[in-house]
């Protein structure tokens, strides 16, 4: 990681690194997560740390100060007794916040999209060595992301626009299953000498 740093400073890094997320990821979760309950600054980090595997990590230097900045803007606010420490507060979300959350929604579906286009660079990217153990993984992760996505919204949907939704997610299936039947053809189709033809 020395390069990165010298090239894009502790910021640009830090996105690098496993514990590093995109900015803004952590505002946006910390809202959506006050949007359901009331909670700690620690059972915020907590629940990231769990939930990511602890793949990200960000510590109490990064969601503090943060809330703090949340509540200066009116969009959380904090309940504890008077000059209780941050890590001992609890934090509730405010209308100007729900309002923001829910722009903030908008803005990363949107981000969503994007970043599915620039995956083809992050294709370009991978050494071709590295491909066998990341078609198990990559097929695994976007499963287990599509699983979960479903499952907590399921009830929250007009079933007609799920059934739509997961009727389309099962036509990709197919064309997937169909493309890996047809690779695995050329890998098993013998060579004139009598080999297997390598593709």
């Not at 941050?86 to 729900?98: A, D, P």
């Amino acid at each position: 990681m020395r390069m990165e740093k010298e090239v894009y400073g502790d910021s640009e890094a830090s996105f690098i690194e496993p514990q590093g997320a995109p900015r803004g990821l952590l505002m946006y979760y910390v809202l959506h997560k006050l949007s359901y309950k009331p909670a700690y600054g620690y059972e915020i980090l907590r629940d990231i740390e769990n939930k990511s595997g602890g793949a990200w990590r960000p510590g109490p230097s990064s969601i503090y100060p943060l809330l703090k900045k949340l509540e200066s803007a009116g969009l959380i606010r904090a309940s504890g007794k008077e000059g209780d420490v941050t890590s001992h507060r609890v934090y509730s979300i405010t209308e100007k916040g729900k309002s923001h959350l829910a722009n903030i929604r908008k803005k990363f579906a949107m981000a969503g999209q994007k970043w599915e286009s620039i995956g083809r660079i992050f294709v370009e990217l991978v050494d071709p060595t590295d491909v066998p153990s990341m078609i198990s993984r990559a097929s695994t992760v976007r499963f287990d992301l599509t699983r979960q996505l479903v499952d907590s919204k399921f009830e929250a949907l007009p079933k007609k626009q799920m059934r739509y939704a997961l009727e389309e997610y099962r036509l990709g299936l197919k064309r997937q299953l169909e493309w890996v039947e047809e690779l695995l053809s050329r890998i098993d189709k013998p060579n004139p000498d009598g080999g297997v033809k390598s593709v």
